[in-house]
């Protein structure tokens, strides 16, 4: 699992497939996923495209490997969310955990952010949205009035706008994640007012 530090998106440590994927993501992000070659990739690298192509064959590859590898705590929140009881407790800690995840695959989520189009457009578009109705569907009250079924989706959402909407404010983006994640967890907790959790 890949930890994040606290002072924004840094690259990681280790392997050639992890440094392809982020210079992959770093070129992405200056120019664009469409004007992006392999050849200026594997140039960024200072390694030959064959060797580029040991590990990836299309830029599409790169990013569902990066995709599959970032996002993959959220599959594991999933899994674990389905088995406890839906308690406010319960649902605090999706919370937390979604935002931590969140924050260690930061650059990914920048790069679906600033080319939903070419997101769409490759598998993991689908899977994005699945998860997410997924994780509403694990928040959301059932038995309350409409406002708190509201505030329960409105939760999720708000961990996305501080990732997404507030990058660009001064200060700490962990200070702003925690915010974002205090906000998060007063709407989840006022939707489970009636509850004792």
Not at 10 to 18: A, I, K, V, Y
Not at 49 to 73: C, M
Not at 102 to 121: C, D, K
Not at 171 to 194: F, K, N, S, Y
């Amino acid at each position: 699992m890949t930890t994040s530090s606290s002072s924004g998106p840094q690259p990681r440590r280790g392997n050639t497939r992890q440094r392809i994927q982020d210079v992959a993501l770093e070129l992405f992000a200056e120019q664009g996923y469409e004007k992006t070659s392999l050849r200026e990739i594997a140039e960024r690298l200072e390694v030959t495209k064959a060797a580029l192509y040991y590990h990836f064959k299309t830029k599409e590859d790169i990013i569902i490997s990066l995709f599959e590898d970032l996002t993959r705590p959220i599959d594991e929140l999933i899994a674990w969310a389905e088995e406890q009881p839906r308690t406010l407790e319960t649902k605090r800690e999706v919370l937390r955990r979604y935002s931590e995840a969140m924050a260690a695959g930061a650059s990914l989520y920048r790069f679906m952010q600033e080319n939903q189009a070419t997101t769409r457009e490759l598998t993991i578009g689908e899977t994005v949205k699945k998860r997410l109705f997924k994780l509403v569907e694990l928040l959301r009250t059932t038995d309350g009035p409409l406002t708190d079924q509201v505030r329960c989706v409105s939760a999720l959402f708000t961990l996305h706008a501080g990732m997404m909407f507030l990058q660009h404010v001064e200060g700490d983006p962990e200070e702003t994640r925690l915010a974002a994640l205090e906000v998060a967890t007063d709407l989840i907790t006022q939707a489970h007012h009636h509850d004792t959790a």
